[in-house]
T-cell receptor, first 110, second 114 residues
Framework: DAGVTQSPTHLIKTRGQQVTLRCSPISGHKSVSWYQQVLGQGPQFIFQYYEKEERGRGNFPDRFSARQFPNYSSELNVNALLLGDSALYLC?????????FGQGTRLTVV | QQQVKQSPQSLIVQKGGISIINCAYENTAFDYFPWYQQFPGKGPALLIAIRPDVSEKKEGRFTISFNKSAKQFSLHIMDSQPGDSATYFCAARKDPGTASKLTFGTGTRLQVTL
């Protein structure tokens, strides 16, 4: 079975731009979560979606938004990018209690 | 707000030795405690996990010890190998309805030397 797939793997954006990151969960998993991992720190929870509904939101500004599609894939959108948004963005696919992470999208804001 | 505190920040262990990483939590509502291993450029990989009704769980060379009264848990890597060199994160979850809403520690960079 394929694991969690994220695209793109790397991305460079300019301050003020908008970005969309994509995630496909493991087949059969209905829950997707997004995390931000700044260099040298642990991942920070951004959103969780289950069956296309938002089930949780972390302490992130409204510039961050997400959605889940009928096939359970998900998109994370970040508007008005700031230098501090530079990070590894991780998608996690969940079955029961276990969360499985993708390789992430490395976003660099210049 | 740091709800899961992890130590040490970095650790150097000789091949064959025991690596020990510690975590402490504050919120007694946490009910699931996984450990993740992360290699550079990769996403975290689930290593082993424990629930608070169990004091110890072992899988191969990896063991979690859990002390509910002290609100502490630790990861022990027996017979550490150079391939174990990675960053390790402890995590905790408090809401069964949001299975992947995890709170992570700050990570421990483990280096296993020959």
């Amino acid at each position: 079975d394929a694991g969690v797939t994220q695209s793109p793997t790397h991305l460079i954006k300019t301050r003020g731009q908008q970005v969309t990151l994509r995630c496909s969960p493991i087949s059969g998993h209905k829950s997707v979560s997004w995390y931000q991992q700044v260099l040298g720190q642990g991942p920070q929870f951004i959103f969780q979606y289950y069956e296309k509904e938002e089930r949780g939101r972390g302490n992130f500004p409204d510039r961050f938004s997400a959605r889940q599609f009928p096939n359970y894939s998900s998109e994370l959108n970040v508007n008005a990018l700031l230098l501090g948004d530079s990070a590894l963005y991780l998608c996690a696919s969940t079955r029961d209690t276990e969360a499985f992470f993708g390789q992430g999208t490395r976003l660099t804001v210049v | 707000q740091q709800q899961v505190k992890q130590s040490p920040q970095s650790l150097i262990v000789q091949k064959g030795g025991i690596s020990i990483i510690n975590c402490a939590y504050e919120n007694t509502a946490f009910d699931y405690f996984p450990w993740y291993q992360q290699f550079p450029g990769k996403g975290p990989a689930l290593l082993i996990a424990i629930r608070p009704d169990v004091s110890e769980k072992k899988e191969g060379r990896f063991t979690i010890s859990f002390n509910k009264s002290a609100k502490q848990f630790s990861l022990h890597i027996m017979d550490s190998q150079p391939g174990d060199s990675a960053t390790y994160f402890c995590a905790a979850r408090k809401d069964p309805g949001t299975a992947s809403k995890l709170t992570f520690g700050t990570g421990t960079r483990l280096q296993v030397t020959l």
